[in-house]
């Protein structure tokens, strides 16, 4: 499918309020355009892949989409509604989760604290410590999902062990655990793969299905390892120069000369064909 039918790509992937939907993005930095008119969505119960090459605007775009950029204009919609305006508290509140391509994780606590913290996320604005630890009942509700979460990511047994002890693998897996023990029903997750090797990136791809299967959230990734990407996403939509290029199944992507040209062929990234 070409950037001029995106917009019924959209229509196809998301109906309602079932998800994540952008509407003609724009994001502009002084005179430079970053993101140029992008649509996508992405629905529950699936993931929903964002590729192209490096600066093409992918992050921004998840900048747009999670509160931290406001739109120059454009319309970002989360769960049936309009959240353009609103501040990544609200959305993250309203059950929007995010990881960075940099992981960030509080080293001098332990990973199941660590873990429990996501729960706060969805709380910002208050005491934090008050919020998690506060009372009894909170604190048995907090427990359960943050063992849930450590389950569910295979790191129960590293949960006493110091985040600054761990390797780049774990801890990419205790912040999916994070944003799994916050409760969101919609995921970005921003280069989750990144500086793991390939065992561990199939274990972690194999977690994001289950998490998927199981607890029917969505997923919007970005990701450069092209193996997992198409393991594991049921629609892509390729950025390139801030423009959506294409939107299209795995299978539609990779037959395409238009997303060759712009990115498959290059060969530069991890996983590229």
């Known amino acids: 499918m070409t950037a001029s039918a995106h917009g019924s790509a959209v229509e196809g992937q998301a109906t309602g309020g079932r998800g994540l939907r952008a509407d003609q993005v724009r994001v502009t930095y002084g005179g430079h355009v970053a993101v140029d008119d992008v649509s996508l969505a992405a629905p529950l119960g699936q993931v929903t892949g964002l590729i192209g090459p490096n600066g093409a605007g992918k992050t921004t775009l998840f900048n747009a989409c999670s509160g931290l950029l406001q739109p120059a204009s454009g319309s970002v919609n989360l769960f049936g509604v309009d959240v353009t305006s609103k501040s990544t508290a609200v959305r993250a509140r309203m059950g929007l989760g995010r990881t ?64 600054a002890t761990l390797s780049t693998g774990q801890r990419r897996l205790l912040e999916l655990a994070r944003v799994l023990a916050g409760g969101f029903q919609l995921l970005l997750l921003d280069e989750p793969s990144s500086g793991l090797d390939e065992e561990e990136t199939d274990s972690f791809g194999a977690v994001i299905q289950g998490a998927v299967d199981e607890l029917g959230i969505g997923v919007l990734l970005v990701e450069h390892d092209m193996p997992l990407v198409m393991q594991l996403c049921r629609y892509l939509y390729v950025l390139d120069f801030g423009r959506l290029i294409f939107a299209g199944t795995p299978t539609e992507v990779q037959a395409s000369q238009t997303v060759r040209d712009a990115y498959l062929g290059c060969g530069s990234d991890k996983g590229q064909p």
Not at 141 to 149: F, I, K, L, S
């Open 100 to 163: 960075f391509q940099r992981v960030e994780v509080c080293n001098a606590m332990s990973l199941r604290t660590n873990v429990a913290l996501g729960i706060e996320a969805r709380e910002v604005g208050g005491k934090p410590w008050r919020q998690v630890f506060g009372n009894r009942e909170l604190r048995r509700r907090v427990d359960e999902a943050t063992q849930t979460a450590l389950e569910a990511c295979g790191i129960t047994d590293l949960a006493e062990r110091s985040t």
